[in-house]
């Protein structure tokens, strides 16, 4: 998937100039010469980066950096004629990644860009890992809830005493939520040991926990039984 990068520069030599070397690169490119139309795109285009230039004739480009970093977390690069420490460290400070001075070679743009893309998605990787690991702990089945990390299994908001065994038989069929778990497997996950023919101690350990849930039997609103083959739940 191509990466959308922002650029704005009121100087249209080098907002042309950055167009041209980062488009041959193979990046979507939305520019503008002034803060307004680049606010605009801000607020209505999924962008992965901003380049933005520090003096533009209407909002300068720290002020449109603040406003991105108000709600998005991409990288943003600032270009600068000025060669104050001061500058450097505003920028830095309301939440820019880089900065760049004019005059600049465009093959260290597309370097430094290139380098903020591979940061951010490491970072982004890192926290969608991080909230599969946080969700994997917890599942919440419209009102039946199961925390891995305490052990406790509540519905609607009231605790559901189950034993050990029960507990490890309804987390594997929440881990497997939407697939049709075989009792053979069931058996084997949870006792590791193999399963038999006429082996109804899954059955019977299934059926406990529906009178636990207060599920009926005709029609369960969690544990389905899908006949000859296993349970699920959906």
Known sequence: MKEHILIVDDEKEIADLLELYLGNDGFLIHKFYNGADALECIRTTK?????????LPDIDGFRICQKIREEHFYPVIMLTAKVADADKIMGLTIGADDYILKPFNP?????RVKTQ?????RYNQAEQ????EEREQEYDIRGLLINKETHKCTLYGKEVPLTPLEFEILWYLCEHRGKVVASEELFEAIWGEKYYDNNNTVMAHIGRIREKLHEPARNPKFIKTVWGVGYQIE
């Not at 962008?47 to 003096?55: G, K, Q, S, T």
């Open 117 to 121: 893309l591979r940061r951010y998605k």
């Open 129 to 132: 890992s991080k909230q599969t």
């Open 47 to 55: 962008l992965d980066l901003a380049i933005l230039d520090v003096m």
């Open 107 to 111: 093959l260290e743009v597309i370097a």
